[in-house]
């Protein structure tokens, strides 16, 4: 049990941490910003939509929500390719992490949606509105607003789960560490660290989250 | 020419028959009291003539449009029927105003301007022109209501439907809505009253109707039916209620 720490020999691979942490970075906020997309069209379709809509997103959501990630991922990025369509690791990994997240912030708007009193939407059709100009209007509000801090935290797993696109030699943060320990066989120093710079950045995250729901739900 | 007619309307839920068959006729001005039982079919009456529920059989024509068709144009429906809820059902996330100018800038497409202007006077009209930028969270169960009316009112609608819109309220805030409704109704807007207040129903409305089981089951000249009901059911109901 004496093992020497060594941090100085990650140096010279800085930069592939620095690229890997950009990457990561990157890839969850473009797959979450689309990812949430996808899911408030999916609650919008189960709770507003015609009933066959309703159905096909259901079963797209537990199909989704049934199924580990990495398979989800290597059925895009190896699986696909079979139907003639071949997508770059990014890409793949991308729209992986959209589907998923799709399939979970569904259920989740969905919830914040069902929370919002009937009334307010009876109120709003009484005026006249249509229902989607209800949904948008009054209902899409008042259920961000309180599903905010589910859909951050899904937000945060998506996050720390895209370290399984690594697998697919999407290069992000955790490719960038099995880059490095297998030149340098640094394991423990390596993985340490990236799993302090995933610690941070969940951290980060979450503050920023924070912050961005007080300016968007300000006021009351 | 009545305002609103309703022929023989058959309503039910599930196995459960709520309208058994009901006919009236309101015409421009009228203040009509519905009263009756919980469970006599009176809000269900109500939320069909804006078509917030569908009905089985008969026909309901509000200001020349028959609700409940097929290819029924709601939207044109509910811009002349205005609605107001026991519950307020006020829009949380904006303010008295916004609450106000929301149905005109998304329905009518309204200038933001004009319908700030708009909302500055219904809200002068019951009362809380101060209280433009609060929030519902910030107002009194009795400003709440005032703010739905107002909200309704933006509108400009022909006909107002109040769903027992003081039910809700502590005893003491009761009167402020009141009052709003019937200057409301001296200014001759023309008003379907769901209500409890029986004190109100006799001196503001020009029309009672008792529901009973489903059916209209006494109407006429609300101070008369009151002085002298001829059915038993209205009778008890009187005697129970005041």
Redesign the interface.
Known sequence: MSYKLQFAELLPYWNVLLYGLVFTIALTIVSTAVGIAVGTAGAAARTFGPVWLGRIVAVYVELIRNTPFIVQLFFIFFGLPALGLKLSETTAAFLAMVINLGAYSTEIIRAGIEAV?K??I?????????KW?VLR??VL??AF?KIYPALSSQIIIVMLGSAVVSQISAEDLTYAANFIASRNFRNFEVYLLVALAYLVLAMLMRAALRALGRVIFK?? | MSLVSIRDVRKSFGPNEVLKGVSLDIAKGDVVAIIGRSGSGKSTLLRCINGLETYQSGTIVADGIEVGGAATNLRELRRHVGMVFQQFNLFPHLTAAENVMLAPTVVNKTSKAEARATAAEVLAKVGLSEKMDAYPSELSGGQQQRVAIARSLAMRPKVLLCDEITSALDPELVNEVLRVVEQLAREGMTLILVTHEMRFARDVGTKLVFMHHGKVHEEGVPKEVFAAPRTPELQQFVGQVS
């Not at chain 1, 009876?122 to 249509?130: I, R, Y």
């Open positions: 009193p009334g307010h009876e109120a709003g059709l009484s005026l006249a509105m249509t100009e209007r009054i509000n008042q607003r006021a009351r």
